[in-house]
């Protein structure tokens, strides 16, 4: 802590800017939701996982509201107000109506604890003095408001969540949030995600497995009238008032009360909470945490904790004098594990400059020795053009000076990746570019989430398209054939204009060469494939669209693949897709894919398998 940080007596100095970041707990409460849109939808869905009542109040009626509401209260999962049917008086009109009838709705129901304004409020876009007039009448009942996108209208902000989920997809205690106070939000959700993927998979069960030891820790003072004193719950606080649970655990004696065996029982929940692997905490059994809590077994110091050694890089690089050289490299999907031998050779011991693109992860930039110099293109919409021609005539001069060049491109270099014009500018100036191929995207991504491009009795063929042609222009895509699988890259971001090119007539304005799609094939979409933030939605090209808005923001780089190989080896698998009179049962295979998720159209799957840990 700097000196400017302190004040008198050496304790810290408040710097202000921060936010107090709270947990709630709504049980038996009312959150408040103006407007109806895919945001209100957000945030009642986060409200009732937090085991709030939700009330979404707004106009035009319940027809007018998102399909997402439309369904949850069909289900009884909240209530809908029509804003327009609350009584006001007669003489008001326009805004002073609609805010001396919320006026009116929350002094009838006291409930209320939270008030959520969302950008869909009264099926417009709120003006600045409607939302003045909500917040001021909000705060006349002394509930805080939180107005979407006014910060000064806020009482609270949210902060950029994340769920850990089980071993068998159940939600557990284990919540991260991340706020930049108003500073950045897209960039609070990368670092969520980034957070989020360096965890281990198994910490949410872990949280579960020790709230289990602590009400096993508290079991017997629980059955007394005594009750724990300060020094025997602090070890169970969250905020970091505990500077330390190193306090020495008292040994188990025969004279000892309940409240002195929970006391004791409860430092070591602290202790194994503080030092034990996570894997281990998450697999531990009833018996177990029973062993640990009587002081049978000792827990495992941080000193035993096996830490590997760091690796030191290689420098090697070749010498100067040598004539300057140029590699084209593919660097796979992302996963460090799948660079080929020569890729990870020409990266860590003949680079003198590495030419990245923008999507090649850090992971594999990590591999680069620190002497190295790396510059990444500035391939953005709008100048991909100028960023492709800085990074040829970066290559250029710098092989003119001696330097071996590796232009780093993800997957493979000649799969979309701009290689064969790299190759002919470099061939006109002199230099003959080696190329080195990459695995590329278009195959190990689809592996990755569970879908074979070609499967016997179901694709029997493959292909590979863009979604977006040279300079943004519309490409036409193949039509419908049953035996083949489509992959899709760059035209996540078009979304629905692919699945109108791929499903309507579109055929005679050439966006489509062959026949529509049925609505019920599948397609899946697959994110940032082979990292740990990897995220597979998948549903049929009817839903897709509703699919990817549902689950908020996008995680570059993006695909699709589209055919009926998406579902081929899903659970018990499906391979009679091209069996005589497949096509009768296509609706009823559909149903049986996406089963059992609570009527949903889609599914969602996050992270990687388990198996890739370690490789």
């Known amino acids: 802590m700097s000196d400017a940080s302190k004040s008198v007596g050496g304790y810290p100095k408040p710097q202000g800017g921060a936010s107090l970041v709270l947990a709630f707990r709504l049980q038996s409460s009312v959150t408040l939701i103006l407007g109806s849109g895919p945001l209100a939808a957000f945030r009642a869905f986060t ?41 006001g008086t007669s003489s008001a009109t326009g805004d002073d109506k609609l805010t001396e009838a919320l006026d009116s ?17 009264f099926g ?62 897209r960039l609070a959700g990368r670092i969520r995600r980034d957070i989020v993927s360096r965890l281990p998979k198994d910490v949410g069960g872990a949280v579960q497995r020790v709230g289990r030891m602590r009400a096993l820790a508290k079991a017997k003072a629980s059955k007394t009238d005594e009750v724990l004193d300060e020094h ?40 194994v909470s503080e030092y034990w692997p996570i894997s281990k905490l998450a697999q531990m059994s009833d018996a177990e945490m029973e062993e640990v809590l009587d002081g049978d077994t000792t827990p495992i110091s941080s000193s035993s904790l096996e830490h590997p050694e760091p690796v030191v890089p290689s420098i090697h690089s070749l010498s100067l004098a040598k004539p300057g050289r140029i590699l084209l490299v593919g660097s796979g999907p992302g996963h460090p594990s799948l660079l080929t031998i020569a890729t990870h050779n020409a990266l860590t011991k003949m680079a003198d400059l590495v030419l990245s693109d923008k999507l090649v992860p850090d992971t594999v930039l990590a591999l680069i020795p620190s002497t190295v110099q790396i510059r990444i293109a500035k391939k953005f919409p709008g100048n991909a053009e100028g960023a492709q021609m800085e990074m040829m005539e970066a290559a250029v001069e710098a092989a003119r000076r001696g330097l071996t060049v590796v232009r780093l491109k993800q997957g493979d270099p000649v799969v979309y990746g701009r290689a064969g014009e790299e190759v002919l500018y470099f061939r006109a100036h002199g230099f003959e570019p080696v190329v080195v191929p990459g695995v590329s995207s278009a195959l190990a991504a689809p592996t990755f989430a569970g879908i074979p491009v070609t499967q016997r009795g179901v694709a029997e063929s493959f292909m590979v398209c863009t979604g977006v042609g040279r300079k943004g222009k519309d490409v036409q895509l193949p039509g419908y054939e049953r035996a083949r699988t489509v992959v899709i890259l760059m035209g996540v971001a078009r979304l629905p204009q692919v699945i109108q090119a791929l499903t309507e007539d579109a055929k005679e304005r050439g966006r489509r060469d062959g026949p529509a799609y049925p609505l019920h094939t599948p397609i899946a979409i697959i994110e940032r494939a ?80 388990g198996g890739w840990e370690g490789l």
């Open 232 to 271: 025997g719950e602090e070890e169970l606080e969250e905020d970091g008032r505990v500077s330390t649970p190193n306090r020495p655990v008292p040994s188990r004696n025969v004279y000892e009360t309940e409240v002195e065996s929970s006391k004791r029982r409860v430092k070591w929940v602290a202790q």
């Open 530 to 609: 082979s990292m740990p933030d990897q995220r597979v939605i998948s549903s049929t090209l009817k839903d897709i669209v509703k699919a990817l808005d549902s689950v908020g923001e996008q995680r570059p780089p993006g695909m699709m693949v589209i055919g009926w190989s998406v579902l081929a080896l899903w659970g018990a698998g499906d391979v009679g897709v091209l069996d005589k009179g497949g096509e009768d049962m296509d609706n009823d295979r559909v149903e049986r894919w996406l089963r059992g998720r609570d009527g949903a159209s889609w599914r969602v799957i996050e992270g990687l398998n």
């Open 47 to 87: 409200a009732l996982d937090a085991d709030s009542k939700v009330v979404v109040l707004a106009t035009g009626g319940l027809k007018s509201a998102c399909e997402e509401i439309q369904w949850r209260v069909e289900q009884d999962q909240l209530s809908f107000v029509d804003w327009d049917s609350l009584p």
């Open 105 to 121: 709705y929350l002094t009838s129901s006291p409930g209320v604890r939270l008030v959520c304004v969302t950008d869909t409020l």
């Open 124 to 185: 417009r876009r709120r003006s600045r003095s409607l939302a003045e007039k909500v917040y001021q009448t909000c705060k006349g009942h002394n509930i805080p408001v939180n107005c979407t996108d006014i910060p000064d209208l806020c009482d609270f902000t949210f902060t950029s969540t994340h769920r850990f989920e089980d071993a068998a997809g159940n939600g557990t205690p284990l919540q991260i949030g991340v706020t930049t106070n108003g500073q950045g939000c």
